[in-house]
């Protein structure tokens, strides 16, 4: 087994985690300006590096665009939206868990459309690895604040993210991993405009001149390069196992809400990480450890 396309994965994820390291450096700045942000310093980044790099990797076919609707509008930006919408309806532990379905659609969507085949190994994985987000997102602390509507853009967020993975493997058909990186972000930076608030740059700038710092390191340490990371590795490792694996990024973000912001480590948070490193563990067995009807 190559073990590098998995490294790309799981690295991709644990750098997804660090997103509120900068986050909550962005005083003022809204969920859907946040994702714009990312958006277009994301696209200027990727774009900029293949103007100077090899302007062939820019050229794409327009009946090919579909692709990057789907990885660019109906993933990032629809995902994102419902994402922040079920924030509003519904507790954070809630809207945790319900993003964290985004593996179970990604195994079924790759079941009816890449004939992956769903073994007992890798229900496994996915049974340990919600259970895991759901421990890390404070399940048993809290009660779970939940809306009807909240659960619809719930799904609809876990629905969306899964979608990226989906997308992206039809694009990886035909095109380099960077090329669909790049398109993803510049549809992206389309799809996120009516919902932007341009108007009020100026002003959060204004209040805040450091933000543009942890702006520009959202773009490219939690944006531009776990993205390639993740669509490199996606070229390889089934689209399943690799949403499955991605479930590191809540356990990164845990981690790093200890060390670096001294919250409290629960017992539960603590079972919930050893939770998802083992589904990666099962997910990723030697052959010779097969379980039945694998």
């Known amino acids: 087994m190559q073990i590098l396309p998995y490294l790309y994965i799981v690295s991709g994820a644990a750098l997804w985690g660090l997103i509120g390291v900068f986050v909550r450096n962005l005083p003022g700045f809204g969920p859907m300006q946040i994702v714009a942000c990312r958006a277009w310093i994301t696209a200027f980044i990727l774009a900029l590096f293949l103007l100077a790099t090899d302007r062939k990797l820019l050229k794409i076919r327009l009946r090919d665009c579909w692709c990057f609707v789907g990885t660019g509008i109906f993933s990032i930006v629809f995902f994102n939206y419902c994402y922040f919408t079920t924030i509003r309806l519904c507790s954070l532990s809630a809207a945790a868990i319900l993003l964290y379905t985004a593996p179970s659609f990604v195994t079924l969507l790759s079941l009816l459309l890449f004939?992956?085949?769903?073994?007992?190994?890798?229900?496994?994985?996915l049974v340990l690895a919600f259970a895991g987000c759901a421990l890390v997102s404070g399940v048993g602390q809290s009660s779970l604040q939940i809306?009807?509507?909240?659960?619809?853009?719930?799904?609809?967020?876990?629905?969306?993210?899964?979608?990226?993975?989906?997308?992206?493997?039809?694009?990886?058909?035909?095109?380099?991993?960077?090329?669909?990186?790049?398109?993803?972000?510049?549809?992206?930076?389309?799809?996120?405009?009516p919902f932007a608030g341009l108007d009020e740059f100026p002003r959060l700038l204004a209040d805040s001149p450091g933000s543009v710092w942890y702006l520009l390191a959202l773009g490219l340490f939690s944006s531009a390069i776990p993205y390639l990371l993740y669509t490199r590795g996606l070229k390889q490792v089934p689209a399943g196992k690799a949403s499955i694996m991605a479930s590191i990024e809540p356990v990164v973000a845990t981690l790093a809400g200890i060390f670096?912001?001294?919250?409290p480590a629960t017992a539960a948070g603590l079972l919930g990480v050893a939770a998802v490193f083992a589904s990666l563990i099962v997910l990723n067995l030697p052959n010779r450890y097969k379980l039945p009807s694998d």
């Open 115 to 125: 004939h992956e085949k769903l073994t007992r190994r890798k229900l496994s994985a």
């Open 147 to 193: 809306s009807p509507i909240g659960i619809l853009s719930g799904l609809g967020s876990g629905f969306g993210y899964a979608l990226y993975s989906i997308f992206a493997k039809y694009a990886l058909e035909r095109y380099h991993s960077i090329t669909v990186t790049t398109y993803t972000f510049l549809f992206a930076c389309i799809g996120v405009l």
């Open 260 to 263: 670096l912001f001294h919250e």
